[in-house]
């Protein structure tokens, strides 16, 4: 293939693009989901004029940290990121050390979290530019996928009808759901929309008798079904234990019922129900403590904040060296994330659980054409790069709708969503319950 081996792989350009996404009013422990999401929009273009894509948080802190970075990727070639992974992107750690990001649903945010989350946007762009200029999926640069197709679940959450009345918003046609009845309406309609097979609902909303009927409701609509529980740490030890003794026949896991190792340790020890998480080990700096305390059964990833798929594949490898369970994490995202969701997972050999996803949520994207869900899975694409592509009117419109933005929804704040509603609301202090 002499014309590929010819191909110029320098990055002339990177494009940066902020973005702010339509999202339903969607109730977790924080309050609610903002109208509009910030997504970053990446776009790496070699010497030869390819194009790859990226996509990740569009928060102000993950912009700052993209633009120094764009800077530096810019003369390098898009094979160079092992070496951009090394660089020093000059983060501010007093800034942002010990904070918790996103009211703590991601762990704790590190500097190096911060830093990971954005250059995952920058590996996924040179892998598709690079899967695109040598006619090779994504997925073949990872090593090469095992699966045809990666199964998701239907996430599941407590939900409004509308956002508050006044509220610029799209409308969107899932209805309410504030009750088992309501959850278990939802879970019909994305079965019948995407063909689900598992089921996961969100919660920590309300107090746990209203949570475990929910799930016994779920368990009796759909029989064989797997199910899940995610609280996102709002539970004491007793709680989580009370909760894993009812509903421990029912569920596949139950995610982050209370909060940190040590938390998560006693009620793995004292019940028998596996417990998986996006909280407390986020980073593999955490992984040494939970695995030597079996403080969790799975780990979620998410190659965004664990730094790209190259990362998630180590993670993966790690968890398998330890008899722990992998699945995926995922926060509210569009079909770019998606298509870099697949591709790695369907290289995982050890993924035994579907991965989540917001994707049916976000009525909007970014790609000429969705990704879709048969069955719950979606194929694993084996055009070159992730085998999406940019929609640039689109594109440009949410970009506007960025720029037009007073500041008040540029950087995601779930709780001050929720004051709209009901002034006066801070998250609450965990446990709640
Ligand atoms: O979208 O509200 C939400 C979820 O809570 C989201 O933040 C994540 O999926 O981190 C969450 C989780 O699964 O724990
Ligand atoms: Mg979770």
Redesign the pocket.
Known sequence: RATDAARDLTVAEVRLTPILVADPP?L???GV?QPYTPRLIVEVVTADGITGLGETYGDTKYLELARPLAERLTGRSVMDVNRLFATDLGVDESRISGRVD?GG??GVQTADKLRLSVLSAFEVACLDALGRALGLPVHALLGGKVRDSVDYSA?L?YKWAAHPAGVPSEKDDWGAALDPAGVVEQARRFKERHGFTSFKL?GGVFPPEQEIAAVRALAEAFPGHPLRL?P?GAWSVETSVKVARELGDLLEYL??PALGTPAMAEVAARTGVPLAT??CVTTFAEIKEAFAEDAVQVV?SDHHYWGGLRNTQHLAALCDAFGVGVSM????HLGISLAAMTHVASTVPNLHHAC?T?YPWQSEDVLTERLTFEGGRVAVSDAPGLGVALDRDELARLHRRWAADDGSLRDRD?AAAMRVAEPGWVTPAVPRW
């Open positions: 969607l977790n422990t924080q989901h996103a649903l991601r996430y959450f969100k995610d996102n995610e982050d996006n909280m979620l994490h995922s926060n509210t989540d917001h779930d």
